[in-house]
Structure formats: C-alpha cells, structure tokens
C-alpha cells in the first residue's frame, strides 16, 4: 500500500491498543478483507453508496415492525380507533391496518415515516451514487458487471417503491397505482396475461387478490433479491477493489502510473479507520432520516381516505421517483397503443441504454483510476443531457401544474411541452459538450507550449 502515511497501531492510545489486540486475537483484524483500502476522497462521494446501504438495511427493521401490524386486504371492517374521521365505519382492512399503525400505536406514525423517507433517501442515493460512477468513469473496464449490477438494482427498487405505495389501500396511493396495472395491460397480446400473471387481476376490483401479492412481492420476493445484488455488488467492490480517486493525490505521486495500473491502493483500511467512519456516517443517515419523518409526514391517509373507485383526487401523480414516466405517458398522446409506447417501450429503451453503457463507452484499456469529467466531454454531455430529460419528463408529468403557472389551458400545454423535452436536454448537453471541448483544446495547447 502506498500514499500518505496512515496512523500506526502503536500510535493509539494505551487503551484502544488493548482494545484492538483483544478483537484481533478473536478476529484475525490483520486479515486482507479487514485490511481493504477505502479511497480518499475529500467530497465524500464514495459515501453515496453506503448511504444507499444504510437506507436499505433501515428500511428492513421499520419493515419488520410494520409487517407485524399490517394487514394485506380490501375486506370492510369497522374502524375502532384514534382516528374521528373513520371512527365506527367500514374501511378496507389494508386501510384499517394502516390507520391503526400510525395513531393507535405508540411510534408508529413515527416508524411508518422513518420507513417511507428511508424508501425516498434510498432511491436517491443509489441515483446520486450511479451519478458519480458515471460522470467519473467509474463503470469502465474492468468494473462492467458491478455497473449492471448496480442499475438492475436501481430498478428493481423503483418496482419495490411502487409496491409500497399500493399496500395502504388509500384513494391517492390506489390511484397512482392504477397506471402501473393499466401499462402492464397494454402489452399487445401478452398484457391480459402479464397483468393476471404479475397481479392476479384488474385493480382495483380484484383488490383483495392482489394486495397480498402486492404485500409478497414487497416484502419477501424483492428484498431478497435486492439484498442478494447489494452482496453481490459488494463482493465485487472487494474483488476488484474501489478506483482510485485520482483528484485526491498528488500528481508527482502519479507521475508515470499508467491508468490500468492496478497496483497503486491508497486510502484507510476497513477496521479501525473506515469502520468508524462508517458508524458515524449511518448514525448521520438515521439522524436526517428520523428528521424528515418527524417534520414532513407523507402519504398521510386522512388527508385521501380509502380507496374509492368513483372518484379521483385532484393534482394524483405516481411518487416522485417514477413521475418521468407519467410525464412520458402524457406526452405521448392518443396514438394507438398509447400506453405501450409511453410506459414500456420508452422507459425500455432508456432502461436498457443505462444498464449497458459501459459496453457502450468501452475500451480494451483497463482504467483504475477515476476520470476527471471536465477531460471528457462526450460521456459527460450525455449525462448531462439525460439527467435533464428526466427533470424535463417529471415537469411534463405536472402539466396541470403548467397550465396553471402560465396561464394556459392544460391541453394547449402539451405541444410546447413536447418541444421543450425534446429541445432542452439536447441543447444542454451539446453547450456541454461544446464548453467541455473547448477546455481540453485549450489546456491541450497550453501544455504543449
């Protein structure tokens, strides 16, 4: 290992010495695993992925208290709790179950929230995580697979999210829900069959069929596979060890290192350094999460009331994390197979560009060492250009919202919405581009004067 020097064991203090010796004749903490190295990094970026880890591991102990109460159904039952708005009447028991959790047991609005905010920060540090080893080329040769690995992840976790919102069985949530089965149904020839296959019916008149499997699915089917990739994510991170963040050393030290040099690890070994670290860092993922669930309540169930197919709540979208979609749907239009364009084959295309980039920007070179965005135009206008597609689609999927701000009905909206998600990213990523290029001409030429 090579680099800036890392405190010695001897250099602890008499006590934590004792401390260590007493784990290391139990643990073997001289161990190579025990002894990887986890970069540098001044920007702490490299935690977005154990924030990730943090999240899901939070989400399962809230899941576990919450699966002891819930109850998957659409059977009526009388209400008998806290809330007066339902007091004494009928409700679906998925909605009873859910009402009772959060004001008739202690913490439970309190854990319910720490569960859904925990769902929110996991999407987003898995998206922010997927940022960085994108615009940093982190993906590239001969990390490929962990890259897939890491996407399939990301999808799969927006199918566990969308489960999620379904299981309270309340009229906002059983709304938004309906796009996905009607999507699932537009599938010409096969959509019948995948909708009865995947959900076992129409939603949501078969919602007593459904809601347990809905409840299967979120609970047991896709944790395990998600748990089962992180491992396998992990277990790669380990095998092919992290790159190198190149921006943290001193070039003189990287002076004639070529970039597929594996050889060159710097950073702080997992025990002690990184595991301290890492408890203060999950401590600090708890912390923020426990004050978004205190202060910003979501998908509050008074506020909807259970579900009822005779009406629609104003302003209803899916979560935020699959509003791109929505805005697809929207833009798409009344053409024929409308819902299969916008929900499947769009979404599909941009789905499988994500997992197979790094065979798309592929190269025989090995890269060991992370790239600097700025030196590499093309790949990072793309992400530049991508990202903004979404933020484009998810304000498309708000045209109401649109309409209202510019003053315009929401029908004449759509049109110039349509230019706007087509314009916008391409035009911000070729200024990119653009911007990007003229600097590596530019320091290309002052380097050789």
Sequence with gaps: MQGPPIPSLDDLPHIQRNVYDWADDRLDLEDSLFGKAFPEDKYGSFLLGEMAL?????????GVFLGFLYRPGSELVVYEGAAAQF??????VAFASVLRISYDVPAGMFIRMVHHW?????????????????????????RELNWVIGATLLFLVLGEGYMGYALPFDNYGATATAIGFEIAGSIPVLGEFVRGLVFGGGWPDNAGTILPRLYFYHVVALPLVIGGLLAAHMGLLVRQKHTEQQSARDPDELAGVDGDDDSRVVGMPLLPNQAAITIVAFLGVFGVIALLAGFFPVQRLPLWGPSDPTTT????????????VFGLLKLVGPIPYSEFVGGVVIPGLISNVLVMWPFIDWSDDEAHFTADPIQRPAPTAIGVAGITFIIMLSIAAQNGAVASVVGMETGAVMWPLRILVAVVPALWGLITYAVLKRGVRRRAAAEAE
């Design 54 to 62: 943090f999240s899901f591991l939070i989400l399962i102990g809230t």
């Design 87 to 92: 007091a004494g009447q009928e409700v679906p």
């Design 118 to 142: 925990a769902a929110y920060v996991f999407i987003a540090a898995i998206g922010l995580h997927m940022f960085r080893v994108f615009f940093t080329g982190a993906y590239r040769n001969p």
């Design 313 to 324: 709540p104003p302003g209803v979208a899916p979560d935020w994390f699959i509003t791109w």
